[in-house]
């Protein structure tokens, strides 16, 4: 079976190194004490997530669920700073801690070494009754372990299976939002669809978002311009300012009366996105953030797998390489040459179809 969200190297490293100190610590479980789900009381739940800002919304519907499922429990999500104000800003949680965990941005200063050391001595004195980590990371699995839930909920596909008071089997196939809604089917919780209606807004922007933290994701330039210049002439355009995106309203050389152009922080893009008629981006937290609030989006993926990480919001498109990849490349699962690929009628052609929905919802 294809692994498409680890790398072969990383899980065989991983596994090895889990195998190696396993042990250890399944000596140490003997002595923690073990508890049934059914029987205690569900007063404190803590979520890991502090990847990146994409993973973080696409679990904004889990997040709803539980409150569901335990109204009266203080939910506190672990995340990255990036994703705080935006967060904070949906109102789900009652406690957001934002950190910078060293093998997320990989920085392994000692500063860095020593937040997480506080942030496990700070989250073990909650005493948390249900704690989830939805990556299947092994070091995510072993912070769980340290924070000593009483019940740990998680995937061990790079190992560390003993971490976890309920382990389960990670399924590749699976799309990253339902990968995390089968932790909680798996508690008895029920999951509720994303929102199922779409925010037309005839009157406002399509939006062009061409901002990627890996370059290997990023569209080109030329093709941009291009692809605004044909939709400028039908429609209002929007651009997000990122500094990915530099040059791109000079290729254009259009008057800036005849642009909306943002620049602002996460939530106030949020806020703005909400009155916008149509999203186009790469693959990146924009999508994700245009699914969960109901603005149609079109997502350009370039060689990565959209069937496990595209946004799923009622109107989300993609738009990718017309043949598997074949070039050569450094990067296991990003291709920039498959991104650089993608026509720019391809993408004008998906763009007239969403409008087209649109128009009949």
Known sequence: MTQGVYSRKALII??????????????????RKKYDLRKIAINKILILEYHRIGDVIMILGVLRSLRVKYPKSKITLVCNPEAFQLVKSFNIVDNLIPISIPWTDWD?????????????????????????????????????????SKISIGYYVTGGRFFLSHPEAFDNNLHQKERAKYLLKKIGCDTFPARNKILNNEKGCIVFHNGARDF?????????VKLIK????????????????????????T???????????????????????MLICVDSMAGHLSAEIGVP?????????????????????IVKPRQSCNHKRE???????CISSIRVKD??????????????S
């Open 255 to 277: 008057p800036k009366r005849d642009l909306k152009v943002f620049e602002g922080n996460l939530v106030d893009f949020k806020i703005w996105l909400e009155n916008q008629k």
């Open 230 to 253: 044909l939709v400028k002439r039908d429609h209002r355009v929007g651009i997000v300012k990122v500094k990915e995106g530099e040059g791109i309203l000079k290729m254009l050389k």
């Open 331 to 337: 990067h296991w699962r990003l291709c920039k040459d």
């Open 216 to 224: 290997r994701r990023r569209w080109p330039k030329e093709k941009w």
């Open 14 to 31: 991983s596994n090895i190194i889990s195998l190696f100190i396993s042990p250890f610590y399944k000596a140490l479980n003997i002595f």
């Open 297 to 317: 989006s079109i997502t350009i993926f370039g060689s990565q797998n959209p069937k496990l990480t595209a946004p799923s919001g009622i109107v989300s498109e």
């Open 108 to 148: 392994f200063t000692f500063i860095k070494i020593f937040k997480v050391l506080s942030l496990i001595k700070r989250l073990k004195k909650q005493n948390f009754d249900l704690a989830f980590s939805f990556k299947g990371d092994v070091r995510d699995n072993w912070l769980l372990w340290k924070v000593a």
């Open 347 to 360: 993408v004008f052609s998906k763009m007239t179809e969403v409008v087209a929905l649109i128009k009949n």
